[in-house]
């Protein structure tokens, strides 16, 4: 199939791609890698009167660090996020998520900002984000707002933005020491979809018990999941014994769907086997 018809324009300006989403609203739709939303488009799930591309919009790409946040602009690509050193240095955990996306071709063109406007409940990039508390910097012609991964993923396909807004910016925390990540994932072909995968990072003090952890899980429910019974490790050690309790705890606190896949059973199975992992990994990772 085809497209339907609709009219295109390429801004070269954040404020003039506002413009068009504001006259066009709901009927307009950005275009960014169009690795989601060109499938979506042929397939004519997706109808819109207006294409805003803005892959010519030089200041929605760059990479830097303000104090102890990393600052990413919307389109920047995943194979950029794959080899950047300053993300490598100030968030790894962003890097290798990055380099498990799809195949070299999809990592080329495809971007950070519309990895989490499509809100796929197996992307990797959401799931990342959602583990290390991240935000994102929405703009329309009505202003800007700030919106915290907690409130930023609705469901399947559906976030918190609204038709008028883009995303301009993602808001990362930087690691600091004693920080150790992980991101685990199983797929039936390579290049595919994760079924489950699992982000997780631990943060311990001089005696190496536990002050902060995130996980966060994809392919469980109709947006990425982050887990309550991370908490548990809080003050603990992260030896065996604690993230056993902490793997089993996060496998009871979700409910997902069985579909065509994989049953909702084997999903809970392999929430816990792969939390597991990532925390036994994330813990090994520790340096101080
Ligand atoms: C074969 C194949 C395999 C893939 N495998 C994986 C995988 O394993 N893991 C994974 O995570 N992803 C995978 N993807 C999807 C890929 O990551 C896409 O890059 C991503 O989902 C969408 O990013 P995009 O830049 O291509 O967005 P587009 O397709 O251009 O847009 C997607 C949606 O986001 C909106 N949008 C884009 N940018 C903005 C913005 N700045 N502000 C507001 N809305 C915006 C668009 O309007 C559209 O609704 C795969 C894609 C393909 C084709």
């Known amino acids: 199939m085809k497209p339907s018809k609709f009219r295109y324009t390429a801004p070269s300006m954040v404020a003039e791609a506002l413009d068009f989403l ?14 989601s939303l060109v499938p979506m488009l042929n397939l004519r799930l997706a109808r819109p009167k207006i294409l805003v591309d803005i892959n010519r919009v030089e200041e929605l790409s760059f990479i830097r660090v303000e ?3 990393l ?46 406007a499509h809100c796929d409940p197996a992307a990797e990039l959401p799931c990342v984000l959602h583990a290390l508390g991240a935000e994102a910097l ?42 150790g990540h992980a991101i685990t994932e199983v797929w039936r072909r390579y290049g595919d979809f ?7 990072w631990i943060k311990t003090d001089s005696d190496e018990k536990v002050v902060g952890a995130g ?4 392919g469980v429910g109709g947006s990425p999941h982050k887990a309550k019974a991370a908490d548990l490790l809080v003050g603990k050690r992260p030896d065996e014994k604690a993230i056993k309790e902490t793997a089993e705890a996060v496998a009871d606190e979700i409910s997902p769907e069985s579909d065509n896949i994989a049953s909702s ?16 990994l994330a813990a090994a990772r520790i340096r101080g």
């Open 265 to 280: 059973d084997y999903r809970r199975h392999l929430a816990k086997v792969l939390t597991r992992r990532a925390l036994t």
């Open 22 to 35: 504001n006259e066009y609203g709901s009927d307009a739709k950005i275009l960014a890698g169009g690795q």
């Open 71 to 116: 600052v990413i602009g919307a389109l920047t690509r995943h194979a950029e996020l794959e080899k950047s050193e300053i993300v490598k240095q100030n968030c790894p955990l962003l890097s290798e998520a990055a380099a498990l996306i799809g195949s070299r071709a999809v990592r080329t063109r495809g971007t950070i900002g519309g990895s989490l």
């Open 215 to 218: 996980i966060a899980l994809g």
């Open 138 to 179: 929405v703009v329309s012609k009505q202003g800007e707002r700030t919106i915290s991964m907690d409130e930023f993923f609705i469901t399947y396909f559906t976030t918190a933005l609204r038709p008028d807004e883009l995303i301009r910016e993602i808001r990362v925390p930087v690691f600091t020491k004693r920080m």
């Open 194 to 200: 994760a079924l489950v995968n699992v982000a997780a």
């Open 67 to 69: 104090g102890d946040t």
